[in-house]
């Protein structure tokens, strides 16, 4: 999670930061708070999710704190190989006493199928 007091050079210097790892990771997590925190209010989750996938991640999993999560993969379509960033799932809401780590615990047994046969 990212904490702006723990930023050191602002949004756009840490978003640098966090496009490079994206290229080392197999699975990026991030909340819609972060996401925000990195590209501005009003960020398109979905877009950035994308980004992601392009840079290298095989899976995006995206927090929305008490309105569920997201994960997002890329899969091939047609013959000449063109590929698509789709949503594989949306976890259901939870109540504000849950906390984000319950909702990626509870989305890794159905991202982990979606990855494993992707």
């Known amino acids: 999670n990212i904490r ?3 930023i050191v050079g602002g949004s756009e210097a840490y978003r ?3 496009e490079r790892l994206t ?7 991030a909340s819609d708070a972060d996401i925000e925190f990195l ?4 960020a398109d989750l979905d877009a950035v999710a994308g980004r992601w996938l392009d840079l290298g991640a095989r899976l995006v999993v ?8 997201s994960a997002y993969v ?11 960033v789709v949503s ?8 504000d006493a ?14 982990e199928a979606e990855v494993g046969s992707a």
């Open 62 to 69: 995206v927090t929305r704190g008490p309105k569920g999560a």
């Open 16 to 18: 640098g930061r966090v």
């Open 88 to 95: 594989i799932r949306k976890a259901p809401p939870c109540s």
């Open 4 to 6: 702006q007091p723990m």
């Open 74 to 84: 890329k899969v091939a379509r047609g013959p000449d190989g063109d590929t698509e």
């Open 98 to 111: 849950q906390t984000v780590d319950s909702e990626v615990s509870g989305a890794a047994p159905w991202a």
């Open 23 to 29: 290229q080392a990771v197999d699975v990026a997590k």
């Open 39 to 42: 590209y501005g209010e009003g």
